[in-house]
């Protein structure tokens, strides 16, 4: 199976930035798609972004987009999240995930089977 591993949350005031790094390891040669989820306390999950492996297409929900870019190195096997502008609301748990596919399902609505640990991301006003 594929291991998955977050780094780079912290604490960071209003209009900073941060970057979140993925790294997998394991069966990674089935994978379809790589994304980044998050979580906030009494919230339900949310789908931040996503990348195609080989298209390198990607999917960012309304919240984020224009703020944050997902990207990765195929040669490494990571994932990264450069999140810019961030704001308060950008407060929660994020998540690494990877999926399986079925190749050609839209980012927006491929499962994902595979997920890190997660790392916190506090931002402060």
């Known amino acids: 199976q594929v291991q998955l591993v977050e780094s780079g949350g912290g604490l960071v005031q209003a209009g900073g930035s941060l970057r979140l790094s993925c790294a997998a390891s394991g069966r990674t040669f089935r994978t379809y798609a790589m994304g980044w989820f998050r979580q906030a306390p009494g919230k339900e999950r949310e789908r931040v972004a996503a990348i195609n492996w080989s298209l390198g297409s990607t999917y960012y929900a309304d919240s984020v987009k224009g703020r944050f870019t997902i990207s990765r190195d195929l040669a490494k096997n990571t994932v990264t999240l450069q999140m810019n502008s961030l704001k308060p609301e950008d407060t929660a748990v994020y998540y690494c995930?990877?999926?399986?596919?079925?190749?050609?399902?839209?980012?927006?609505?491929?499962?994902?089977?595979?997920w890190g640990q997660g790392t916190q991301v506090t931002v402060s006003s």
């Open positions: 995930a990877a999926s399986w596919g079925p190749y050609g399902r839209s980012l927006d609505r491929v499962d994902f089977g595979s």
